[in-house]
């Protein structure tokens, strides 16, 4: 596979020597203001007060100030309801793409982006179930582990966004998916043992997809190719490769086509090394029956 050149953004240096693309600055909240500006702006030419246009559209004083200071994303219903109010003709229910973007954080919503183009994905995880693969309570748990705490708000943007990736399942074309997944991944019970048992029906379910290979690899393995950390990589309809990796604050993309060749070689190994597709999903059904 080869992989598009060059990338906007800086670059720094990997683990192995070579280049990643950094991360660029997330840019929701000034969409979130821009769009708040302008709620307020309709709504003072209307003559209406905070209270008023809340009682009118059915949402209070504060989610209206919230909105208009850009804290809130507004729902669809939300710019709906004032644009109809506000006889706007359109011009605020226009928002709703932009607003539907940027209420999830930056490196999310280039990561779906590319998603969206992949008809391959290739997925190896050493620390948690992957993203695709999760329950919204298993992603939740997740979530209410970082440190510093999320704000409810971002709490529910970052599971919000986790989920809305997961289209790629149904998606048609079918996008031919493989997963490896550690076996601690698959009896850590983050969350709890209840939501750790859901989350293992839920992935027993998924990888009996026909476009789906799931693969667990044993800890008691001597030799392993994914001792470098996380590997995820994505064929697009053009035929380039991109390879992701997700590392403490950062998330970075490979576009070199030497470094993406790095990536699929190595984890091509990691999958000949774990359990084939069938012994994984006798490992899981083992696990669910012991949790």
């Not at 969409?31 to 708040?36: C, R, T």
């Not at 470094?259 to 699929?264: F, P, S, Y």
């Not at 999903?281 to 949790?291: C, I, M, R, W, Y």
Request: overall charge negative.
């Amino acid at each position: 596979m080869s992989a598009a050149s060059g990338g906007a953004g800086r670059s720094v240096n990997s683990g192995d020597g070579g280049r990643w693309e950094a991360e660029s600055e997330d840019d929701s909240g000034a969409v979130m203001k821009a769009v708040g500006r302008q709620i307020k702006l309709w709504r003072e030419a209307a003559g209406l007060r905070q209270a008023e246009l809340g009682a009118a559209i059915g949402y209070s004083e504060e989610m209206v100030s919230c909105v208009e200071r850009g804290r809130r994303a507004p729902k669809p219903e939300f710019l709906d309801g004032a644009d109809r109010v506000l006889e706007a003709g359109g011009k605020i229910a226009a928002m709703k793409g932009d607003v539907a973007e940027a209420r999830y954080p930056k490196k999310v919503r280039d990561l779906a982006r590319v998603e969206r183009e992949a008809v391959e994905l290739g997925a190896y995880g050493n620390h948690n179930i992957h993203g695709l693969l999760q329950t919204e309570e298993y992603a939740r748990a997740l979530f209410e582990m970082r440190r510093p705490a999320l704000s409810p708000d971002d709490l529910d943007r970052f599971v919000s966004a986790r989920l809305a990736r997961q289209e790629i399942f149904t998606r048609t074309p079918l996008v031919t998916l493989t997963f490896v997944q550690e076996e601690v991944t698959l009896l850590r019970p983050l969350g709890g043992r209840a939501v750790l048992r859901r989350q293992l029906e839920h992935l027993l379910e998924t990888a009996q997809l026909r476009h789906v290979e799931f693969q667990v690899m044993p800890t008691d393995r001597d030799d392993h190719a994914g001792m470098g950390g996380e590997v995820q990589l994505l064929k697009l309809k053009e035929g380039t490769t991109v390879g992701f990796s997700e590392a403490q604050l950062t998330t970075r993309t490979v576009l070199d086509p030497k470094e993406v060749h790095l990536l699929e070689l190595r984890y091509g190994i990691i999958r000949s090394q774990a359990l084939s597709p069938r012994e994984s999903l006798a490992f899981v059904e083992k696990a669910l029956g012991e949790t």
